[in-house]
């Protein structure tokens, strides 16, 4: 219809009055391109307003306000990647000797306790710094640029002292265009408002330090800090029944939860933290921080007429040392760490992850609104600024103040500030984010009828904008260097998330049988050894906002001919691995090319065709190990593991693979002596009183950030690495080696089974050293990326062997519930990896 209706308007009956017309036409056509040729350039001389022109970033990459964080559900980690866009959120600081941006003489809002300045603190140093992103530049703070884009609207902050904090630091960046007017409702100052009356915004603060309905019950309280009551499930009214009519409401909380509390939820109480009642058990406070978060986010998506933006901005960590903070801990440094100095750890860690988990949930369940949830990730940033904080620079030295040592809040001026030049990136962001949209959902078919022209030149004019220039408007406004406009590519808010979704019901499966595949090791080979069930065969995997094409043999060789690709870990990643070969085999077997000369823990087979090879590399530990018992003190082995030396048998050959798929995991459980510069630092399960005890994660992290340290040390390796995360076992009625069985026959539901335990600490684990050395290697030009089948496999009971793994007769008593059947649900990791290598192949394309 479209190739007529051109044919009707360009030969039709009409033509002689477009030939009559033609000149004119010309001469607009040419007159709207130099338009949109010539605006763009003096976009730099007509001031502020005009931020959409601003660029951003160096060419090529723009802003991303949802940065390569990791993001979690339901226990599941996964990576928004762009090559296309810059984390603004991970970088360093570097000296600045401009800043501040204004001075505590200059601000009248700033409160006493973050007024260090004023209260003698000798050191300016402090202030002299500014927040570098990895792979651009964050724009020093524009107040006219940020009063332009908030015209007529308005901005809440929602929770503690340091949510007002932030506040405040606003108000002064904003002091040097306008001062606000106070338009508070009542005159308590937890619930402040106040209006910008040339710009008509308005911002305000509500104090809501639990986010949830909560009552001091004891203002003493077991730790002489008070003893709360807080109503999980219930919203706090102070705040929700407010927060409607406000554009943008960026909500945080995050001290307050140290706090002992009573837990209730139906008005029941079910546990508490450091309550010291009888009869009451002891939760930790994780417990209540995710509940608060949960249902506060559920109250922003409840609200019938709210349509603003959500920000989370995430936990900001405190930097006692010497003591806790009611101890004697101060924060007395003068620097910045460097991110190599410090990780996000223990307590800060746990908060961390826990906003993760429910942003995503609640982001999700918005998108069904059309809410936008916004991650305003200030954590690494602040984590690495220990010399910002007021400490006793809050009041006079002689005043009686019985406040202890404040390593909690931010100094004004100071780091804080950068939270706003933070959160003005993303309202930019918002701004183009709301355009494409637009552009994607407004922008109609075209039919051309054959009485276009009878209907005025005006109607021809903008139907020939529309068809010339469209494409090229986002060009203009994300300043894209590459000259290829991919509509499905603009805007990285609406890639599909391949890692989130749920199994259904799928009848075409499996792509190949135990008979037809040469490569299943008995083990995994369930058809062979009598499994009467086939239902765990008929599934697949649904992303929840596209679909996963099925495995195209052909595709991925194609994909890969030229190239190799090494699994390096322990025996699941060779179960991957051998997946991979089965699936392969449908258009080719491999040739074995190992020497007998070569370590035989390192496999290789070649496609002769695709000349394409293929690895196995066993390192259930990443790192060398030595076995010292074979029995060891739990009947399990006792081995040495050298926690900074790489396994001798990967880290030797995988400088000249294309692809590193590297994994790790069950065998960490097992007896341990930890091992660091030649000598024993510790021991998990050793049973040795010599030796400190430690536990498996510790040894867990150190082995994949040698791991990590080892493949972008390597002079000559210049591939990907992927970190394929962590496969749920499922063990039940017992552990494994005490009865433990997995006789379920089908996938379980999302909310029936989640990562949990010691499992989800394993996968934080992984994602945080995984995100760690995609920044390390981002400086060498390497790309690491996530292959995250957790979410996916922790619902998945049915697929694993079992018994049948062997032949009833056989001598076995342990079930296997760790490895997957081949054929199973373990096929679907490398349908994410054939996804994974297409985009590869797109990006590489795009640069």
Request: glycine share 6%.
């Amino acid at each position: 219809m479209k190739v007529y209706a051109m044919n009707q308007l360009l030969f039709g009956s009409k033509h002689q009055t477009l030939r009559k017309n033609t000149p004119l036409i010309a001469t607009i056509v040419t007159l709207t391109l130099l338009l949109f040729t010539v605006v763009p350039l003096c976009y730099s001389f007509l001031g502020y307003p005009f931020y959409l022109s601003k660029r951003f970033s160096r060419p090529g990459i723009s802003v991303s306000s949802s940065s390569s964080y990791v993001s979690v559900e339901f226990g599941s980690i996964y990576e928004h990647e762009s090559e296309q866009k810059c984390d603004i959120f991970t970088g360093e600081w570097i000296p600045d000797p401009h800043a501040p941006y204004y001075t505590n003489t200059t601000c009248w809002a700033i409160h006493d306790h973050q007024n260090c300045m004023k209260y003698g603190r000798p050191d300016t140093g402090f202030m002299k710094w500014r927040w570098q992103p990895d792979g651009c530049e964050l724009p020093v703070f524009n107040p006219a640029q940020f009063l332009e884009i908030v015209r007529g609207k308005s901005m809440a902050f929602v929770g503690d002292s340091v949510g007002r904090n932030q506040m405040q630091s606003l108000i002064c960046l904003l002091s040097r265009v306008e001062y606000p007017i106070d338009v508070s409702f009542t005159p308590d100052e937890h619930f402040k408002r106040w209006r910008y009356p040339s710009y008509n915004f308005t911002v305000a603060t509500f104090w809501t330090p639990h986010l949830v309905k909560g009552e001091e019950a004891d203002d003493q309280g077991p730790t002489r800090t008070g003893l709360f009551n807080l109503y999980l499930d219930e919203f706090d009214e102070g705040w929700t029944t407010q927060i409607e009519e406000f554009d943008y409401v960026i909500i945080n909380a995050g001290h307050w939860f140290y706090r002992p509390s009573v837990y209730y939820e139906n008005r029941r109480v079910v546990g508490c933290r450091y309550c010291l009642l009888e009869n009451v058990t002891d939760l930790p406070m994780y417990f209540g921080y995710r509940k608060a978060f949960r249902t506060a986010f559920r109250a922003l998506n409840s609200l019938e007429n709210y349509k603003g933006v959500t920000f989370l901005r995430t936990f900001a960590p405190s930097h006692f040392e010497n003591g806790e903070w009611n101890r004697g801990g101060d924060c007395v440094r003068r620097r910045p760490f460097r991110s190599n100095e410090t990780s996000l750890e223990g307590i800060n860690f746990e908060f961390y992850m826990t906003q993760m988990e429910e942003f995503k949930i609640a982001e999700k369940e918005g998108r069904k609104r059309g809410l936008k949830f916004r991650l305003l990730d200030t954590t690494q940033a602040m984590l690495l600024r220990p010399d910002g904080h007021p400490s006793r620079y809050g009041h006079w030295p002689h005043e009686n103040v019985t406040l202890y040592k404040d390593c909690v809040h931010w100094c004004l001026p100071g780091p804080i500030d950068t939270w706003n030049d933070f959160l003005l990136e993303m309202l930019k962001m918002e701004g183009v984010r709301s355009y494409e949209e637009k552009l994607d959902l407004s922008v109609p078919e075209f039919h051309l009828g054959k009485n276009l022209l009878d209907n005025g030149m005006t109607k021809l004019l903008m139907t020939l904008v529309l068809i010339v220039l469209a494409p090229m408007i986002p060009l203009y406004i994300l300043n894209i260097s590459s000259p290829i406009w991919l509509p499905s590519k603009i805007s990285e808010s609406r890639k599909c998330d391949i890692f989130r979704g749920k199994w259904i019901p799928y009848q075409s499966t499996p792509y190949y049988s135990n008979a037809t595949c040469r490569e299943i090791f008995d083990h995994q080979n369930c058809m062979k050894f009598g499994r009467p069930d086939t239902d765990f065969l008929k599934w697949k995997w649904k992303p929840d906002d596209c679909e996963l094409p099925r495995f195209d043999s052909e595709q991925f060789l194609e994909l890969v001919r030229g190239k190799s690709m090494a699994f390096v870990g322990d025996s699941l990643g060779r179960n991957q691995m051998q997946s991979l070969q089965c699936l392969l085999s449908r258009v080719v077997y491999p040739e074995d090319i190992v020497s007998y000369t070569e370590d035989t823990r390192f496999k290789r087979w070649f496609y002769v065709n695709y000349n394409f090879t293929l690895a196995s590399s066993w390192a259930p530990h990443l790192v060398r190990t030595i076995d010292t018992d074979p029995n060891g003190p739990t009947y399990n082995r006792l081995l040495n593991l050298y926690l900074d030396e790489a396994d001798h048998a990967w880290a030797a050959q995988v400088e000249k693979y294309d692809y590193v798929i590297i994994s790790a995991g069950r065998w960490f459980y097992g007896p341990k002596v930890f091992y660091e510069n030649g000598k024993a630092v510790g021991c998990h399960l050793c049973l040795k009183n010599t030796i400190k005890n430690l536990t498996m994660f510790y040894g867990y992290r150190k082995a994949f950030r040698t791991s990590f340290k080892t493949l972008i040390s390597l002079s000559r390796f210049s591939g990907v690495t992927f970190l394929r995360t962590l496969s749920p076992a499922h063990f039940e009625n017992g552990e494994w080696n005490k009865g433990g069985n997995c006789v379920r026959t089908q996938p379980v539901s999302n909310g029936e089974m989640k990562l949990d335990g010691d499992d989800l600490e394993l996968y934080l684990t992984q994602v945080q050293e995984f995100r760690r050395a995609k920044r390390e290697g981002r400086r060498r030009g390497l790309d690491f990326r996530l292959l995250d089948i957790s979410a996916a496999m922790v619902v998945r009971p049915d697929g694993h062997p079992s018994h049948y793994g062997h032949w009833p007769h056989e001598n076995v008593t342990i079930a296997d519930c760790v490895h997957w059947c081949l054929p199973g649900p373990i096929d679907t990791w490398n349908e994410l990896l054939l996804q994974m290598l297409k985009r590869e192949r797109s990006q590489g394309a795009i640069q």
